[in-house]
């Protein structure tokens, strides 16, 4: 399914530093720029909800309405947010045409089930490719039903939206499919590799044993 296009008011600013854009996300405002195809760079205070809503996918595109200017699509290139509050620091905006392909990256989404006794791990959780801008998918869908245990499924095995086309490397491991290891088997396994590390279990009673020993010396010096 291709993203719909999202209209944001936009402001121009002329206020730049980290004063100003504090200021600007207090009012709950997010600072942008918009540049691409030439134009000058333009700074920009984006409302913060519409705009939080319509990044929460990567690759939305925008239609930007600037005052007193044309409006211009522009996915959102680089999205700065905040490690621990759902804040948008700044968004830089990228200018396109229609018509003209992107690439980005989307995506990887299974569906269905695997066969009985299997785990299905996700190698790449994400495949680049080139699209027209005003088609890019929200994701990549990859069936996994009834898949047996050693299939493995690569990038050039996931099917392109209409008008897409594979930027990845074609070899890239998206999907496979192993078998379930039992409880007995994950023990011995753990076991295995506690070995491997040199872990003893059995040191601390071997030292609580050596202490009496040590106690009797002492106490025959004496």
């Known amino acids: 399914m291709a993203h719909d296009e999202i209209r944001i008011e936009s402001e121009t600013r002329t206020q730049f530093g980290k004063g100003a854009a504090r200021k600007l996300r207090r009012a709950d405002k997010i600072p942008a720029v918009l540049y691409g195809h030439g134009e000058a760079p333009v700074h920009l205070a984006l409302p913060f909800h519409s705009t939080f809503r319509a990044l929460k996918n990567p690759n939305a595109l925008l239609t930007i ?10 996915p959102a290139k680089d999205v700065q947010r905040d490690p621990i509050k759902p804040v948008i620091e700044h968004v830089d905006l990228v200018i ?14 299974l569906e269905g089930e695997a066969a ?24 990549l869908i990859v069936s996994v039903e009834g898949l047996a245990i050693g299939t493995m499924i690569h990038a050039s095995d996931v099917e392109m939206p209409a008008g897409a086309t594979l930027v ?7 999907v496979n499919i192993t078998q379930q290891i039992s409880a007995d088997e994950l023990e011995a396994e753990l076991a295995d590799a506690e070995a491997e590390a040199g872990i003893e279990h059995d040191a601390p009673e ?14 025959d010096k004496e």
């Open 65 to 74: 309405a600037v005052e007193g200017e044309a409006d211009q699509l522009a």
């Open 96 to 109: 396109v045409k229609r018509g003209e392909k992107v690439t980005v990256e989307v995506p990887v989404h």
């Open 116 to 139: 009985p006794e299997t785990v299905v791990t996700v190698d790449a959780q994400t495949l680049e490719i080139e699209a027209d801008v005003t088609n890019l998918p929200d994701n």
């Open 168 to 174: 990845s490397d074609p070899e890239l491991l998206v």
């Open 206 to 219: 071997e030292e609580a044993a050596e202490a009496p020993e040590g106690d009797e010396e002492s106490s």
